[in-house]
């Protein structure tokens, strides 16, 4: 079975939001059963009605619903959802006396249909291909809304050459490859070439190619006719013509398999495509951008990248620096990272803090590893736990908590819940140290000093695994 997802990923099957509508019991639970088995968040409703009801109040990615029911239907439920949520895909459930209206249902927006009794591997298969896909254009949809309109600083002489040539590079429709260490900016980079092109109000579409094993990247990238696999019920239109004249980002590109590579080379120089099961080439236009960060040409000479698809990618390669080779930037993208997050935390009712000199010492001094994300992170946890008016140096967490404060607002994180989770424990932890260590590890003290009753605080401490001896003298 296909699991290329990382636990907590963005990509796993586990943000997949399922509802199964059967009015009998025994089918409904046993479709739960088996799609909450790939660790989908499956729902179960009775009828078309309650389902309704159920997906005005919670989003949904994915509809299993029976046919024939008694109320509503299971295809005037489909039409329903197709005219008020055109995102959801609906799969139908079908008896044999039904397969007629199944098919006719494909015409009307259903996306497959299973037939009772149940074929279990094909049902997997299908909640996998069609959940990577349906997750995979989430990412890139809430990717385009975080980047959209962002500001690029870039505040030393090495940022300046690189928005000079994006500026140049963004008018010629040619390959540009981007390479830059993890959160370096090529992701934004990328879409600023899109956005200075002739081409932008065309659309921008990136995937990200360490996601999605070999199968699902050709059928997401070249599309399928209707039969290609099990599954395929519909004819479906691949990224390299919804693109349509705009920009293709393939991320991560050098974890492309070599197989995947040469049909990648194989379209840059034809600009066709052939969809999964079909005979017809189609021409396809577009602007590729190329982002690794591995240096490919190094991948090249250890054999692990095709020379020729290099070559093709590269004609104009654009390399990101670290941040500590660009230590001229970060007064400016700190100053920049704390208005945007204290705006976004505080809907500008509180005035936006400072940093203090020390601050803004254990900036510039620290060797950013994670890069700009790193620093991004880095303000974002400080507005989370400073008080007063100053961000001080302990608020920034660097020395030790680097990895906790990447972890909590990477990405990949998994569910706002945990995420606030991290949060309180961050703050609650960094401040209790702080109390304690200034009132030289005496409880009644330190309780006194943050306004909490001592027993309240010898629970945080236990609920932390906090010892006085780690704290303070
Ligand atoms: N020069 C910059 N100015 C402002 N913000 C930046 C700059 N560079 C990066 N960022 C911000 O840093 C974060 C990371 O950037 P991005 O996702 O583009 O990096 P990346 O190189 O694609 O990272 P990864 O390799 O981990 O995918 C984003 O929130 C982005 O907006
Ligand atoms: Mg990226």
Known sequence: MINPARASSPYDLANLKVLVVDDQEDVRRGLKRLVGSLECDVAMSHSGEDALDLLSKE???LVFTDLKMGGMSGDELLHAITERWRDI?????????????????????????????????????????????????????????NQRGRTIVAA??????????????????VPVLIEGASGTG??????????????????????NCIALPDSLLESELFGYKRGAFTGALK????????????TILLDEVSSMSSLFQGKLLRVLQEKTIRPLGGNIEKPVDFR??????????????????????????????ISLPSLKERRGCIPVLAGHFLKQTASEFFYDEHPCPEFSPATMEALL?????????????????????????????????????????ESLFSPQLTSYEEGKQQAIETFQRQYVETVLQRADGNISHAAQMCGLT???LQRIMRKLGLERSQVAP
């Open 59 to 61: 989003p949904f990615d």
């Open 89 to 145: 895909v609906v799969v139908l459930i079908t008896g044999h006396g039904t397969i007629d209206l199944a098919v006719e249902c494909l015409r009307n927006g259903a996306s497959h249909f299973i037939t009772k009794p149940f074929d279990n591997n094909e049902i997997l298969a299908f909640v996998e291909r069609a959940g990577y896909s349906i997750l995979a254009r989430r990412v890139a949809k809430d990717q385009a809304t």
């Open 156 to 173: 030393d002489e090495t940022m300046r050459n690189v928005m000079a040539l994006v500026d140049q590079v963004a008018r010629r429709k």
């Open 186 to 207: 090529k992701e934004l980079i990328a879409r600023e070439i899109h956005n200075r092109s002739p081409v932008h109000a065309k659309p921008f579409l990136a995937i």
């Open 235 to 246: 004819d479906t239109v691949g990224l390299f013509e919804q693109v349509d004249g705009g």
């Open 288 to 317: 590729v951008i190329a982002a690794s960060n591995r240096n490919l040409e190094d991948l090249v000479k250890s054999g692990e990248f095709r020379e020729d698809l290099y070559y093709r990618l590269q004609v104009v390669k």
């Open 365 to 405: 001094n620290h060797d950013w590893p994670g890069n700009v994300r790193e620093l991004e992170n880095t303000i974002q946890r400080a507005l989370v736990i400073f008080t007063g008016d100053k961000i001080l140096p302990s608020h920034l967490g660097l020395s030790d908590d680097s990895v906790l404060a």
């Open 454 to 456: 001592r027993a309240a």
